[in-house]
């Protein structure tokens, strides 16, 4: 047998022993940037902790864990806490597991448990509950490409120490979402059998619905970088807007914008779907004036089952069509 026939062997063996090397390391390179990243997310949030406790804020991510190594990285802690006595405020949870998966390291997602306890100051001690509530991010730089939130039987009530709470809603499922659109931000979101206790509204009855809609917030995105809060000097574009109730169905669109006083100029148009079944909705949840609600509802049913109508609002003085319906206060700071 001659050298050129044992040569092929040669070299593929050669080159199957330099594969083999090559996967070792980049999985020891992956194994050192996990146990790294780890470690990191261990001190970051240490670190953020002591910070926070440092300006008189009590914080909490109980029992901290980093798992999931090779093929996730899974962060958890037994219940989130923060407490700001200097601003009243506080926050507390149940447990909290976020993972990011090998396969999709930018699309990491989290579960929590609640309930969700809050106090601020103007509002009572609430308990927020919920079957399911997930987290989805699609990352990216310099902004996140998504943020969703997806809830399931989710219920609210005070939550008081001394006295009876108060139950205050319930839904069967609810779904928001954030996303840039250029310099702009789009929201998104849905809730479900929404049913709202007539104890906490004054024994008005509200009947189930269902809510959706969709608004872009101009300059969201510059807005969400900086950290604004205030709707001051921003400008709305509502996509659409509907509340539904059996047959009764009011949907809204149009421009919207908040001036530097905190005043509202809109120029929306209202659509609504059956006027008799949403006069009778109306009728129960406003019955001191059910007979004006019907005799105006009566009215628009005569354009037709689905007569829309524009809503303008000028410096806060609102009307609908040539009916005027009163002043909307400032937005505050």
């Not at 022993?17 to 996967?23: D, G, H, M, R, T």
């Not at 802690?77 to 597991?97: F, I, M, N, P, Q």
């Not at 059956?274 to 005569?302: H, S, W």
């Amino acid at each position: 047998m001659t050298s050129s026939e044992q040569s092929p062997p040669k070299t593929r063996r050669r080159g199957l022993l330099w594969l083999v090397l090559a996967l070792l390391m980049a999985f020891g390179l992956y194994s050192a940037g996990w146990f790294w990243l780890a470690d990191r997310v261990r001190g970051q949030a240490a670190q953020t902790i002591a910070t926070l406790n440092g300006k008189g804020i009590d914080a909490d991510c109980a029992n901290l864990t980093v798992s999931g190594y090779p093929l996730r990285f899974a962060v958890s802690c037994d219940s989130l806490a923060y407490e700001d006595d200097a601003r009243a405020v506080a926050a507390s949870s149940g447990k909290l597991d976020a993972v990011a998966t090998i396969l999709r390291p930018f699309s990491p997602s989290a579960e929590f448990r609640g309930p969700l306890r809050t106090t601020a100051p103007g509002m009572p001690p609430l308990w927020i509950d919920w079957d399911h509530l997930r987290a989805d991010a699609g990352l990216s730089w310099p902004t996140p490409a998504s943020l969703s939130l997806t809830a399931e039987g989710l219920s609210g009530q005070t939550d008081p120490e001394d006295g009876d709470p108060v139950s205050l809603f319930s839904a069967g499922k609810a779904d928001t979402e954030l996303r840039p659109s250029g310099e702009d931000l789009v929201a998104r979101g849905s809730f479900g059998d929404v049913e709202i206790d007539a104890e906490a509204i004054g024994g008005r009855m509200v009947p189930p619905f269902d809510a959706a809609g969709e608004a872009t917030l101009k300059n969201g995105v510059a807005m969400l970088q900086a950290g604004t809060k205030s709707l001051r000097g921003q400008s709305i574009e509502i996509a659409n807007l509907e509340l539904s109730s059996g047959e009764a169905r009011v949907s809204l669109s149009g421009p919207l914008s908040v001036d530097a006083d905190g005043l509202i100029d809109a120029r929306l148009n209202i659509k609504l779907t059956n006027p008799k079944a949403v006069a009778t909705v109306l009728a129960g949840i406003i019955p001191e004036q059910k007979r004006q609600i019907e005799q105006g509802f009566a009215a628009l049913a005569m354009l037709g089952s689905s007569p829309s109508m524009p809503l303008v609002i000028a410096k806060g003085k609102a009307s609908l069509g040539f009916i005027p319906l009163g002043k909307i206060g400032a937005i505050g700071e």
